[in-house]
């Protein structure tokens, strides 16, 4: 079964502070793996994609890798901002069409001053 | 460029009661979707237009039906609103299938 699964749930760090999002998978076949922002009461905005031969990826203080072989990812953000503070949702896209994303149910970050 | 925008925001409405939630993208962009967002659990693909002309169910699409109105637009119509549609919905776009979708800011609707 496709399935996406995220940890942990919910994070509290202190601005300034590094955190690290983990992200496993079972989708198949592989095509991507996307993480998106979601600030509260908006749409989730797109962070990074990454495809097979990627294993890293930054967007600023995000950054994300991915390991095919063990189906597993992470972003990192490095020097939090209190502006962090969001639910982010780790994508897989799998190789079949449009009904083919598969989403995780998201790690609710809070930054506290 | 406004990208994905949903219309209304807010809406209460109540048990049998229609509604249709408009999605317009300037983007250009060939593929639409409808998700809707549940408290615990990840988005869930309600219905996708691949193309102008072409629509498709996704995971959950009982209770709705969709309009490719034309490439700008995707609408979402509820018949006979039940409690169980209380949700967040959002409309997404992409270029083509598989590739980055961007959202829009969703719709929040209570059925009481």
């Known amino acids: 079964k496709n399935q996406v699964e995220q940890s942990p749930q919910s994070l509290i760090i202190l601005e300034g502070k590094n955190c690290t999002l983990q992200?496993?998978?079972?989708?198949?076949?592989?095509?991507?793996l996307r993480w998106y922002k979601q600030d509260t009461g908006r749409g989730p905005v797109s962070l990074t994609i990454m495809t097979f031969s990627e294993n890293t990826k930054s967007n600023g203080r995000y950054t994300a890798t991915l390991d095919a072989d063990t189906k597993q990812s992470s972003l990192h953000i490095t020097a939090s901002q209190l502006s962090d503070s969001a639910s982010y949702i780790c994508?897989?896209?799998?190789?079949?069409?449009?009904?083919?994303?598969?989403f995780g149910t998201g790690t609710r970050l809070t930054v506290i001053p | 460029n406004a990208g994905v925008t949903q219309t209304p925001k807010f809406q209460v409405l109540k048990t049998g009661q229609s509604m249709t939630l408009q999605c317009a993208q300037d983007m250009n962009h060939n593929s639409m979707y409808w998700y809707r967002q549940d408290p615990g659990m990840g988005l869930r693909l309600i219905y996708y237009?691949?193309?102008?002309?072409?629509?498709d169910k996704g995971e959950v699409p009982n209770g709705y039906n969709v309009s490719r109105l034309n490439k700008r637009e995707f609408s979402l119509r509820l018949e006979s609103a039940a409690p169980s549609q209380t949700s967040v919905y959002f409309c997404a776009s992409s270029p083509n299938v598989d590739t980055e979708a961007f959202f829009g800011q969703g719709t929040r609707l209570t059925v009481v």
């Open positions: 237009s691949a193309s102008e002309g072409t629509t």
């Open positions: 992200c496993n998978y079972t989708v198949s076949p592989f095509s991507n």
């Open positions: 994508v897989v896209s799998a190789l079949t069409g449009a009904n083919n994303l598969f």
